[in-house]
């Protein structure tokens, strides 16, 4: 495996983050913090199992901390879909992820 994809939300969740990050510390902090998350999903595409397990929240699913963000994904046939980049002290439920 080498692929990682986002959902919509995922990628929605992401400009939401690149937006805020670059409001609040600016760009370079901005671009710096988006290469992380890079960097964590070519990590993930590489290696899914090095997540952990969160089947309380689906069946199947697995979160990876990133920054103040995690990153909630699954494992797919031949590719890694991410799911969901939350901020870590969000309160999340089966419903956060379409439920």
């Known amino acids: 495996m080498k692929l990682c994809k986002l959902s919509v939300l995922a990628k929605q969740d992401l400009k939401d983050i690149a937006i805020f990050t670059q409001q609040k510390w600016g760009r370079e902090q901005r671009n710096s913090y988006l290469k992380q998350f890079d960097d964590s999903f070519r990590l993930l595409g590489e290696n899914p199992d090095v997540g952990k397990a969160c089947d309380e929240l689906m069946q199947g699913y697995k979160k990876f901390p990133q920054g103040s963000h995690i990153i909630y994904y699954k494992r797919m046939n031949g590719y890694v879909l991410v799911i969901r980049i ?5 309160d999340v439920n089966p419903v956060t992820f379409g439920a």
């Open 86 to 90: 939350l901020h870590k002290s969000m």
